[in-house]
């Protein structure tokens, strides 16, 4: 077999020629631009160049209040808007030592799982639309759907949520969202192993995955790659489970872990993860325990002066908030590490060599957000 | 009236109804592909234009046609202008000696299949001059795609081809469609006792027809998650709209002939209904299958399409032809 | 290899000695434990680096990591940044982020470095001052290829030069952008 790495590529500038992918391309998934130095159909060079929708959210974040940057937090990786909501609203706690009530820590896994199945879902159908399947997209926007419309009832928004608050929720949820978050559960499932039958064991796909983009654990630790690429190399690093926040260490699951690096690792990661996540979800809903969702919040929010972190485990990785405050109602500084920054940092140096519709898998299988890169 | 039988008259009414038939074909097998794409996916598809969506091809041939031709600075307009021509012209040309029925057919020559074959490798030829006169990257990718695509996919094709001529022994359309007359266990498909693996060649023949059509899994032409629309990234309005019919051609042009060749073409198999009603069955069931497959698996890899041929195919193929010529000479 | 907190401590607190940062705390608050005992060895001494008296607040602090959401917080001078993240590679850390805060009143700017590890749960973080006037800072690039981009980033936004930086050419801000928002005395 003719594996892409076996021809040698040439570097001689008359023998290769330039491909702007993007901003404006099918497989880019928004505004990413990728400058391609091709020789025939081998990339000798691929260089990413974001920030086609910048929009300086850390400059924002230094001009309003705390509390009226929390909507901003979701409008960073619009796929997974709660982790993000989350990790900034747990910086807030963290400095103002704020209680959160147990039930809304609760509350904040399962919607957040939630979250993880609709962005993995997303996800999955944009990668398989990437590869010349379109008909998964129809099947998991379906299922998506529903943690849609569960969402929109209990946060009031279906994309961009603004549902935690410093010290809890801003609403509690009902017994509707209780039945219909388990009848998903439920349902959704069947739908896994029916999406493993037909589309992950599919030999096509396998053979246009199997081997393509091999990332190893190396190369992420020196790009600081998280999160599914982290774990499709063999490494099982999760923030819940490394650090875990809110209530992951009372839950019981496990980090799926794939060693062999390639876009298949990583593919099986995520479908594993959705699994997972169905079963974090069961779980809280049984321990689910009575009470306010709001704890005790000051007026106006002024935090010590100091700096403070906290990440959370986003559906793309490693998501941390790095808070500085000057004692003021405004932040000082707002740093948010974004993952998908990290993992496409490392995109020129694994892409080398390879033949741009392998290239491209590998660029689908970091599971990127745009305007995650862009902020 | 012998104005009207006189043979040149005859064969000229017979390319128009040809020409007809292809311009009908594509615009309803793009409602088909779309009606049947929903359904794979769990939605309606088309619904709104007319009942049920059946005006939907009117519509979308009143958009192509309204569009402005562009071509863009720097393309060789000559060539440009050419390739759509080019490619849906042999498609037209081939489906004149493709018998639709024991006397429905425009032009029955008996070297029908030979004909098919030297038209048929005009597509590739065209597809290259269009991307070439592009001046685009990604269609000139998507050129170079196609060429080394048809070339590795002629070869299986021509060899289970010529299996097929040797158990035939002629290649007159029409006389190979006589021949398999009787109960469908008499199709070529069946015919074990002339090779056992007749059923493999029709398997190989009709992966060979995805990818000579450059239909998914093997569309590398148009690949529009890589290459944006490969070779017709730069056309507009009714070029691209050709080039899609031409698409629809083709898959017609292939299918009539993997029926006339391997499913008996107009024979019916159990003695019911004319000719012409069974060959549009089993043509539309085999266009079908063309289109199910589209809708289900994700695209090859470009490498992974040339292993096929050359390491899977080209030996399956040439062990048939081995195999049909011992058992030829030993029976 | 998954490195103590305390073996990390000591070893940091090795390398400050032998050239102490300047003698403001970055932040005023800390809420660290006792400071790391010091040692000097000829090792780090070696290395070339001039001896300087250990400055008053601890530059290496063993921090409470519910209260700051990280383990040990390190002040370094600018000349060690490349140092620090060697040591860091050479214990199996990984790079999380740089970025930088402007404080206009000190002018200083501050670059941060934050570091996981991605076999164990330690979160350590680099802190150095520089001259607000005239930012400028070694490149830890070529220790960990994935600075590239932060650095790229942080020079987009707070105008902070990398000396050895490969291509310091705007990441996210437009390619002809000559400003940097994130200073405090950015006017849009």
């Not at chain 1, 399962?110 to 879902?121: P, Y």
């Not at chain 1, 569960?150 to 809890?168: H, K, M, P, Q, W």
């Not at chain 1, 349902?187 to 983009?213: A, F, S």
């Not at chain 1, 908030?321 to 500084?333: A, E």
Request: proline share 7%; charged share 20%; hydrophobic share 45%.
């Amino acid at each position: 077999m003719i594996a892409p790495t076996d021809i040698p590529s040439r570097t001689n500038p008359q023998e290769t020629f330039v491909l702007n992918l993007g901003p404006q391309h099918p497989a880019a998934h928004g505004v990413l631009r990728i400058k391609m130095t091709m020789d025939g159909e081998y990339v000798t060079r691929a260089e990413p160049i974001p920030g086609y929708i910048h929009r300086m959210h850390e400059k924002m974040g230094e001009n309003r209040t705390w509390t009226q940057f929390l909507p901003n937090t979701g409008r960073i990786d619009y796929l997974s808007a709660l982790h993000y909501n989350h990790a900034f609203v747990g910086a807030v706690e963290r400095a103002a030592r704020i209680e959160v009530p147990p039930r809304a820590e609760y509350i904040r896994v399962i919607t957040s799982e939630l979250n993880r199945i609709s962005s993995h879902l997303v996800w999955w159908s944009a990668y398989l639309l990437d590869l010349g399947g379109f008909t998964p997209l129809l099947y998991a926007f379906a299922d998506r759907e529903k943690i849609l419309d569960l969402l929109e009832a209990i946060t009031g928004s279906r994309l961009t949520y603004c549902y935690f608050r410093f010290g809890g929720l801003c609403n509690d949820i009902d017994d509707a969202f209780i039945q219909g978050t388990r009848a998903f559960v439920a349902q959704m499932r069947p739908r896994l192993k029916m999406y493993r039958d037909l589309v992950t064991d599919n030999i096509i796909l396998r053979k246009r995955l199997e081997g393509i983009g091999p990332i190893s654990a190396e190369l992420c630790r020196k790009y600081g790659a998280t999160g599914p690429v982290l774990r499709g190399a063999g490494i099982a690093y999760d923030v819940r489970k490394v650090e875990p926040y809110s209530v992951y260490s009372q839950l019981d699951f496990h980090i799926p872990v794939f060693p062999e690096g390639d876009s298949m690792a990583r593919y099986r990661v995520r479908m594993a993860e959705m699994e997972q996540s169905l079963r974090i979800i069961e779980q809280a809903l049984d321990k689910l325990p009575a009470g306010p969702v709001m704890g005790k919040v000051p007026r106006v929010l002024r935090l010590p002066a100091g700096d403070y972190c906290y990440a959370v485990e986003a559906a793309r990785g490693r998501h941390m908030v790095r808070v500085v405050s000057d004692n003021k109602d405004i932040p000082y500084r707002v740093k948010l590490r974004t993952p998908s920054f990290s993992n496409l940092s490392l995109y020129e140096e694994a892409s080398k060599g390879m033949m741009l519709p392998d290239a491209l898998a590998l660029l689908g299988s970091l599971d990127l957000v745009i305007p995650d890169i862009d902020r | 009236m012998s104005f009207l039988t006189a043979e040149p008259v005859r064969l000229l009414l017979a390319l128009v109804c040809i020409m007809a038939f292809v311009g009908l074909n594509a615009a309803y097998l793009v409602l088909a592909e779309r009606k049947g794409a929903g359904r794979f996916q769990r939605r309606p598809g088309p619904n709104e234009a007319g009942y049920g969506g059946w005006l939907q091809p009117v519509a979308d041939v009143a958009k192509l046609l309204s569009k402005q031709l562009i071509v863009p600075p720097g393309t060789d307009t000559i060539l440009f202008r050419l390739a759509p021509l080019m490619v849906i012209s042999p498609a037209m040309m081939c489906l004149a000696v493709i018998p639709f029925s024991q006397t429905l057919v425009a032009r029955n020559i008996n070297v029908g299949l030979l004909m098919v074959f030297s038209f048929g490798s005009i597509n590739v030829m065209a597809i290259m001059l269009s991307g070439w006169a592009s001046r685009n990257k990604y269609a000139i990718i998507s050129a170079a795609r196609v060429v080394s695509q048809n070339v590795a996919y002629e070869i299986p094709m021509l060899l289970v081809v010529i299996t097929l001529l040797m158990v035939t022994g002629t290649m007159d359309l029409n006389e190979i469609v006589r021949q398999q007359a009787g109960w469908f266990w008499h199709w070529n498909l069946f015919k074990v006792w002339v090779n056992p693996l007749m059923p493999v060649t029709f398997v190989i023949f009709f992966i060979c027809m995805l990818a000579e059509t450059n239909r998914a899994p093997f569309d590398m032409a148009e690949a529009e998650s890589e290459l944006v629309a490969g070779v017709f990234t730069e056309y507009a309005g009714m070029g691209f709209g050709v080039f899609f019919m031409a698409e629809y051609a083709n898959i017609v042009l292939g299918c009539s002939l993997g029926t006339v060749l391997f499913l008996g073409g107009w024979q019916s198999p159990f003695g019911l209904w004319p000719g012409v009603v069974w060959f549009l069955l089993k043509l539309y069931a085999l266009i079908f299958t063309v289109i199910w497959v589209r809708w289900t698996f994700p695209r090859t890899q470009f490498y992974n399409l040339l292993n096929l041929s050359w390491k899977i195919l080209i030996p399956i193929s040439l062990f048939t032809l081995l195999l049909s010529s011992a058992m030829i000479k030993l029976f | 290899m998954i490195p103590s907190l305390e073996q990390l401590a000591e070893r940091f607190s090795r390398l400050v000695v032998t050239n102490a940062v300047p003698s403001r705390s970055p932040l005023p608050v800390t809420t660290g434990s006792a400071p790391p005992v010091a040692v000097a060895t000829p090792a780090a001494a070696a290395a070339g680096q001039t001896a300087a008296p250990t400055a008053p607040p601890c530059p290496v602090q063993t921090v409470d990591y519910p209260l700051k959401g990280y383990h040990l917080d390190v002040s370094i001078s600018p000349r060690q940044v490349v140092l620090a993240a060697e040591i860091l590679d050479q214990n199996g850390f990984a790079l999380d982020t740089i970025t930088g805060v402007d404080w206009i009143a000190q002018n200083e700017m501050e670059v941060v470095y934050d570091y996981f590890h991605p076999l164990s749960v330690l979160r350590v973080v680099i802190r150095t001052r520089i001259r607000r006037d005239n930012p400028e800072i070694p490149t830890i690039s070529p220790v960990f290829p994935g600075a590239n981009w932060h650095e790229r980033e942080t020079h987009d936004f707070f105008g902070i030069r990398f000396s050895g930086h490969p291509d310091l050419t705007p990441l996210l801000l437009p390619e002809d952008a000559d400003y940097h928002p994130l200073r405090k005395d950015f006017t849009a």
